[in-house]
């Protein structure tokens, strides 16, 4: 082994522990998006539900994705991973396995958005072994583990779908079966802003997965020697930043008042978007596609608000909607020299061949990351007897109700003097 395997795997293990730490990103994100009376058991549930997560991967997801002697659909081998090396590879395998589960947990954190501040526990428990055994590693095989949607070239560098959408379908899945939380909507329809209790918590939750996000977009390039992974953190930087400011713009346009978590979900936004071409475009489309995104985050939101489809961190306008644009984007914008997977896109001479494999890849995925998580939680609801807790919980708080205390003790203490005695 030469001194360029080690560099390249000491870069993967960055890009995993970068991954990794976007999941404080998302407790501060999901916390401060939600009430007070929750923030503890958010908080909790995303450590343990990347617990869960990992222990799945280890089991059986890293074999249905990238194990030999599979078949179009999963792989058949590698389950238990044992550490073992494989021969030729350029970095190391273990360092490999340990960034691709990184990447599940992240697709988990995004699909248990759609459960917030109304499921059980034992819920989240559940169908965190159920999604990352039979929803994730499937995509994720399709695209990155050599299945059908990777042999028709189906491009998706880091995981606008095999990541984002794939979690966004879940969580909408989630949401229908869950119902909208007490209060939300009106009997005349009209819609109830439960209001997040930390704008800082929730904008430097942004900031973490901004930073975090290096390493799920140029980590994903899991070589050093050609500096590529420069190019890709580029791209990555550019789209946020144009998905940060359309976002605000557009608010500021349409309500009068620049919105800061819509101008915050605009940055995620253009994360998203970019996680699938930004291997495959040059700088100026990046900021295109980042920027179309912020726009795309703020009518999204506003329309499933009125459909009643209560989301309460947003997952299905940040990670699904963006997630859409993102994948079909590299059909538009994928250059020759870049496109190291599949063909050009529709404005580079491509025509619309690459356009259509990327829009098939979005069908068929979100089709079945919904169809599967819905038929699981319909699965989890029988055994569990419900799967959202009761009125009296809800309104409780889900930090008393599920864990026994409170996220924040002195401020329960103030409203309940008896209690501190």
Not at 258 to 275: Q, R, Y
Request: aromatic share 14%; with cysteine.
């Amino acid at each position: 082994m030469d001194g360029l395997f080690y560099l390249n795997s000491i870069w993967v293990i960055l890009g995993a522990i970068l991954v990794i730490f976007m999941q404080a990103g998302f407790i501060l994100l999901e916390t401060g998006s939600t009430r007070m009376k929750n923030a503890g058991h958010i908080a909790g549930k995303t450590v343990f539900s990347f617990g869960m997560a990992a222990i799945v991967f280890w089991a059986v997801g890293y074999g249905l994705i990238f194990g030999e002697n599979g078949n179009f659909f999963v792989g058949m081998s590698d389950f238990f991973f044992s550490g073992e090396e494989a021969e030729g590879n350029s970095y190391s395998t273990t360092a490999f396995f340990l960034f691709q589960l990184a990447f599940a947990a992240i697709s988990l954190a995004v699909a248990f958005g759609g459960f917030a501040e109304r499921a059980k526990l034992s819920v989240y428990l559940f169908f965190a072994v159920l999604f990352s055994v039979f929803v994730y590693p499937v995509i994720a095989h399709w695209i990155w583990g050599g299945g059908w949607l990777a042999e028709h070239g189906k491009q998706d560098f880091a995981g606008s779908t095999v990541v984002h959408l794939t979690g966004a379908m879940a969580a909408l899945a989630a949401t229908i079966l869950l119902k909208p939380r007490i209060g939300k909507y009106n009997a005349n329809g009209t819609s109830n802003n439960l209001s997040g209790h930390n704008q800082v918590y929730t904008a430097l939750g942004v900031l973490i997965l901004f930073v975090g996000w290096f390493g799920f977009n140029a980590g994903s390039t899991l070589v050093v020697d050609d500096a590529f992974f420069a190019f890709v953190a580029a791209n990555t930087a550019l789209a946020a930043a144009a998905g940060s400011i359309s976002a605000l713009l557009i608010s500021w346009v349409v309500l009068g008042k620049s919105d800061i978590p819509t101008m915050l979900n605009g940055t995620l936004a253009g994360l998203v978007a970019i996680t699938a071409s930004c291997a495959f475009v040059e700088t100026w489309a990046a900021v295109v596609i980042g920027f179309i995104a912020g726009i795309l985050v703020f009518y999204s939101a506003r329309m499933f608000d009125k459909l009643k489809i209560d989301d309460p961190i947003y997952a299905l306008s940040v990670h699904g909607v963006a997630g859409v644009w993102g994948t079909l984007s590299t059909g538009f914008f994928a250059v020759p020299e870049l496109a190291t997977v599949g063909q050009a896109g529709l404005f580079y001479g491509g025509g619309f061949t690459q356009l259509g494999v990327q829009a098939l890849g979005v069908v068929v995925s979100g089709a079945y990351a919904f169809a599967v998580s819905y038929v699981l939680l319909l699965v989890i609801k029988k055994l569990l007897s419900g799967l959202r807790v009761t009125e009296e919980q809800e309104l409780m708080g889900l930090d008393i109700s599920e864990h026994g205390s409170y996220g924040y003790p002195e401020e329960f203490e103030k409203r309940n003097p008896q209690s501190a005695i």
